[in-house]
């Protein structure tokens, strides 16, 4: 039996999620605390979380970051141990005393850590969906082989859960589950002429017309990658062929996601779009707590609009798709090359069009194979990584 608040370790306490997290767990001092924050640069604002929250550690990318905040923190009073690098995240993943791991780190230096908290047989509170697109048959045994219990964050993957049976691991067929509706904003670019695409900016693809999002996540909704990525997860959250997951574009975002039923019920999760309330849930599952989201206001909302996709719009998800089906390490290098294309178009040196072509021509030219083991993901990830540059540098010529 625990006794006190359980301690809560935030991988990605910088980020919007991690932010919402703090922001819930302040609101139940009673049954949370903050054991561990990790952050990769933003040193100030990690120095400010650890002194409200006091955290027992802080972690940070590197030794000299993490002398500097030591120091920070010794001077303010504040008694958090900094820990560094790759080996500090899995140590507060991992840690004895932690019961609650929120995976927020984005891409895929969030896959180790996740991975320690699961073969530590912590609650996992997944927001790190590259954890399971880059390895997912191995991440699944993982959670197979331990005590871990594993809730999905993403707003998408968390209304999925709410909407399936409890006993949906028997098969989704078998509980009578015709397909999940994975629903999708369509960013800010879904009505955009096709002519323009090409000279957007990256400040242009950041402003999404209903999320708060760090700036890489929010150029993946404007492609529309989050929700090819988001496929794959579902998929291996939820022991679904990639044919059983339809994306369906909901502007509005009021229903996250859908779950279509054999006898023809259709079970909708639906909600103000806002972080706190998958967070809420996962983090008191399977009761309720209050997450101070407002009460979602149909009156006001007014109309719910759906439309497909536009293929040639978004050739993201369609290239996200085929990695689905061909398997192995092909979603491993498919997120790779989007990472490197995301950084690219972030800093002025491709075209927002060009995100898919470099994808594209990772895919294109290296073959997936079977993910055996984890090096075999990291090979893969590291061999997309270097295509991706090497197309990079022959446009800068």
């Keep these: 039996m625990v006794s006190g608040p359980l301690q809560v370790t935030i991988l990605g306490a910088t980020g919007s999620i991690g932010l919402s997290t703090l922001d819930v767990i302040a609101r139940h001092p009673e049954r949370y605390q903050a054991f561990a924050?990790?952050?990769?640069?933003?040193?100030?604002?990690?120095?400010?979380?650890?002194?409200?929250?006091?955290?027992?550690?802080?972690?940070?990318?590197?030794?000299?970051?993490?002398?500097?905040?030591?120091?920070?923190?010794?001077?303010?009073?504040?008694?958090?141990?900094?820990?560094?690098?790759?080996?500090?995240?899995?140590?507060?993943?991992?840690?004895?005393?932690?019961?609650?791991?929120?995976?927020?780190?984005?891409?895929?230096?969030?896959?180790?850590?996740?991975?320690?908290?699961?073969?530590?047989?912590?609650?996992?509170?997944?927001?790190?969906?590259?954890?399971?697109?880059?390895?997912g048959a191995l991440f699944m045994q993982a959670l197979r082989d331990s005590e871990a219990v594993l809730l999905p964050i993403d707003s998408e993957h968390n209304a999925i859960f709410q909407c399936l049976p409890g006993n949906y691991a028997q098969g989704l067929s078998r509980v009578g589950v015709r397909r999940i509706l994975l629903t999708a904003s369509g960013g800010p670019f879904r009505q955009l002429p096709l002519d323009q695409l090409s000279s957007v900016t990256a400040d242009q693809a950041c402003a999404h017309p209903n999320w708060s999002m760090g700036r890489k996540i929010s150029v993946d909704s404007a492609s529309m990658m989050n929700k090819g990525l988001e496929l794959i997860e579902a998929c291996w959250l939820f022991d679904a062929r990639p044919e059983q997951v339809e994306v369906v574009i909901h502007p509005q975002s009021v229903i996250h996601s859908m779950v279509d039923y054999v006898d023809g019920s259709v079970l909708a999760q639906l909600g103000n779009p806002d972080m706190r309330t998958p967070i809420a849930h996962a983090l008191a599952w399977p009761e309720r707590i209050d997450s101070g989201v407002s009460a979602l206001d149909l009156l006001q909302v007014g109309r719910l609009d759906f439309e497909a996709p536009d293929q040639h719009r978004f050739p993201c998800l369609r290239i996200a798709r085929q990695a689905a089906q061909d398997g192995g390490t092909a979603p491993a290098m498919l997120n790779a090359a989007n990472e490197v294309a995301v950084d690219a178009f972030l800093n002025g040196r491709i075209r927002f069009t060009e995100i898919a072509s470099i994808i594209e021509h990772v895919l294109d030219l290296e073959a997936s194979v079977p993910a055996r083991c984890l090096a075999d993901v990291l090979t893969a990830d590291a061999q997309a990584r270097r295509l991706a540059s090497h197309w990079l540098q022959s446009r800068d010529r």
Aim: net charge positive; glycine share 6%.
């Design 37 to 135: 924050l990790t952050a990769f640069s933003r040193i100030a604002e990690l120095r400010e979380l650890c002194r409200r929250h006091r955290p027992r550690y802080a972690v940070v990318a590197d030794s000299d970051r993490a002398r500097v905040l030591q120091e920070q923190l010794d001077s303010d009073g504040v008694k958090t141990r900094v820990l560094v690098g790759e080996g500090g995240l899995s140590e507060v993943a991992a840690h004895p005393e932690v019961d609650v791991v929120m995976a927020a780190i984005v891409g895929a230096a969030g896959l180790r850590p996740t991975l320690s908290a699961v073969q530590a047989s912590k609650r996992v509170l997944l927001a790190n969906k590259e954890a399971l697109v880059m390895s």
